[in-house]
């Protein structure tokens, strides 16, 4: 197993990435289990999951910790909430998200990970859970929605910590299907540079998400 600089607990397998199954035997989305030197891992398909993806496609800056507190937005059923979940044993992962359908299947998963807290929540509304979390390490935002930077940045200036940081997955035909994803990509990243964050890291996410971008962004001081 070879761990990649700056992400605890994930590493590459035989071309594959992997997470140390933190409920072993357990599978979230019927993905492949492996043993590697006595610890079970969770084969983490990209084409299942945008962070796979970035981190396939060379994503490095990821600041977080075997202890770090997560803060994820559009968490579905939970599959890339699981997996970061592995990633944070000491941890917690605060999952919002506003559809009662998904929140179902999102509980069974959260009900054997005891690291993983659903929130069913508008995320544009954070101040309505502002009482339920703390101050978070990291911001995962995936929520396919027009206004997904402005409630990011929301999010971010709300809950992050002074030195954390948060990942956006941009889905160029969730904001405009009348415009080119590479413009839209322009206007997003200049929106969240005027509001006071600098971009670390921007990844497209082809073959795995056609016309996406996943941006890994700190604030500037
Ligand atoms: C693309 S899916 C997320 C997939 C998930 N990130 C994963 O990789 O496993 C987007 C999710 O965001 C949720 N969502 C969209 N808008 C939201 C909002 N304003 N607040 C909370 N959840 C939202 C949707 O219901 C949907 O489940």
């Given at each position: 197993m070879k761990k990649i600089d700056g992400i605890i607990n994930t590493g590459i397998m035989e071309?594959?990435?992997?997470?140390?199954?933190?409920?072993?035997?357990?599978?979230?989305?019927?993905?492949?289990?492996?043993?590697?030197?006595?610890?079970?891992?969770?084969?983490?398909?990209?084409?299942?999951?945008?962070?796979s993806a970035a981190i396939?496609?060379?994503?490095?800056?990821?600041?977080?910790?075997?202890?770090?507190?997560?803060?994820?937005?559009?968490?579905?059923?939970?599959?890339?909430?699981?997996?970061?979940s592995d990633m944070v044993p000491e941890g917690l992962v605060y999952c919002v998200e506003f559809s009662p359908r998904m929140m179902r299947d999102l509980l069974h998963v959260c009900d054997s990970r005891n690291n993983m807290v659903p929130i069913l929540c508008d995320a544009t509304q954070p101040k309505?859970?502002?009482?339920?979390?703390?101050?978070?390490?990291?911001?995962y935002c995936d929520v396919a929605q027009p206004q997904q930077s402005e409630l990011f940045m929301d999010n971010m200036n709300l809950f992050l910590k002074k030195f954390g940081q948060g990942i956006l997955m941009i889905k160029a035909r969730s904001i405009d299907v009348t415009k080119q994803p590479p413009k839209i990509f322009m206007e997003e990243m200049s929106k969240l540079k005027t509001h006071g964050f600098s971009i670390v890291e921007n990844i497209?996410?082809?073959p795995?998400?056609?016309?996406?971008?996943?941006?890994?962004?700190?604030?500037?001081?």
């Open positions: 071309q594959s990435i992997v997470t140390p199954n933190l409920t072993p035997n357990i599978k979230v989305y019927n993905e492949k289990l492996i043993e590697y030197e006595g610890i079970e891992y969770r084969i983490w398909d990209p084409r299942r999951s945008k962070l396939k496609n060379g994503l490095t800056e990821l600041k977080i910790k075997s202890d770090s507190k997560i803060l994820y937005l559009g968490a579905s059923s939970g599959t890339t909430p699981s997996h970061i309505k859970y502002q009482n339920i979390i703390e101050e978070v390490d990291f911001i497209k996410l082809e795995y998400e056609k016309d996406h971008l996943a941006l890994v962004i700190e604030r500037v001081f």
